[in-house]
Every structure is written in C-alpha cells, then in structure tokens.
Nanobody
C-alpha cells in the first residue's frame, strides 16, 4: 500500500512558477514509477509527466514539454513537479500517482494503469 500526499499548489500569475511535491508513505517507494496528471473543470484527467523508478527516464505531455520538470528523491520518498512559464490553460487540480515499475513501460501515460493516487492540489494561473 502506498499513500500519496501532494502539496505546493496555489494561485500564480501567467509566466510564474510553482513547485509541486508528492510525499509517499511506505518503504517501497523505489519499486514504483511516478506520474503527474491534471484535471481541469469539465475535462478528463490527463497525463502531464512521468519518471521511472530510478530517475533514468522521464516523459512529458507535449503541452508542458520544456516548461515542466519532473524529478524524484527516493531517499525522501518524494516526487516533484517544477512548473515554469505557467499559462492560464495549466489551471487544474494536479494529482500524483504511482505505478509498479514493471508495468510502467506499457502504461506510463495511461490514467487507468496507475495503482495509487493522491488527493490532488489546485493550481490556478491568472492571466
């Protein structure tokens, strides 16, 4: 069992930055690859970024590539998402999620493939 708690969301002006954190419980954090997803009002939850268990590989949605950076610290059981050059269309609830490392290669962008989810943190970007 893995419990995930996100933090770091808030209100920011367009062009600004935020750093989201996701703290995981349990001793098996390094057994999981991690992902960030987001959901805007009236829209489906969508993939944002993902990172392998050992930080060796990362993938991003085209809409955030070059602006967002995912990273993790296995010693701290934490995954991060650095959000730069924010746009109003980035406004959403951001969720972190965990997927067993062995299933990451086939399901890393799929909402339905992830095993555990946090409660989400709101990011609002004003124009």
């Amino acid at each position: 069992q893995v419990q995930l708690v996100e933090s770091g969301g808030g209100l920011v002006q367009a062009g600004g930055s935020l750093r989201l954190s996701c703290a995981a419980s349990g001793r098996t954090f390094s057994s999981y690859a991690m992902g960030w997803f987001r959901q805007a009002p009236g829209k489906e939850r969508e993939f944002v970024a993902t990172i392998s268990w050992n930080s060796g590989s990362t993938y991003y949605a085209d809409s955030v590539k070059g602006r967002f950076t995912i990273s993790r610290d296995n010693a701290k059981n934490t995954v991060y998402l650095q959000l730069n050059s924010l746009k109003p269309e980035d406004t959403a609830v951001y969720y972190c999620a965990a997927i067993l490392a062995g299933r990451w290669y086939s399901g890393r962008r799929d909402v339905g493939s992830y095993d555990y989810w946090g409660q989400g943190t709101q990011v609002t970007v004003s124009s």
